[in-house]
């Protein structure tokens, strides 16, 4: 039914290798996640423009995160790639819906909204770069 757009998709592995891996550059990110670097770039630009993250210069230089990963939330990484969370065309104004006057689910709509927003809000880039272990989790004691 719903998918996350390709973009943020991009976007949100991106920046958990930014996370795993310090500052990189988009070659370098683009070959380790199997994205098309021209593609990335432009993703990087959006991430940049919404300060997420920050460019170094020079010969070395690449992207990092602008603030640490407990700091940048995802609703911060969906806005900035794809605007703000619409399950519906017509949640934010009733003007380009003929059945706005008398449209029942619109509620529905709005709650759906919310809480989608809600969780943005309460998951951190952090949060999702931890890694998860299916099984048993490697012994890393020895």
Known sequence: MFQVPTKTQYAIRALVHLVHNGSSSVASIAEAERISP???E?????LKN???VVSDRG??????????????LM?????????????VVCIDSTASCVA?????PRRFWIGLKKAVDGY????SLADIAEPVWVGTKPDTES
């Not at 609703?75 to 399950?87: D, F, L, M, Y």
């Not at 943005?120 to 998951?123: E, T």
């Open 100 to 104: 706005a006057v008398n449209c029942l």
């Open 50 to 52: 919404a300060g997420l």
């Open 75 to 87: 609703s911060e990484v969906v806005r900035a790639t794809e605007g703000e969370v619409k399950p």
């Open 38 to 40: 021209k593609y990335l």
């Open 42 to 46: 432009a993703i990087i630009s959006q």
């Open 120 to 123: 943005l809000q309460s998951v």
């Open 59 to 72: 010969r070395t230089g690449g992207y990092r995160l602008a603030r640490d990963a407990r700091d940048i």
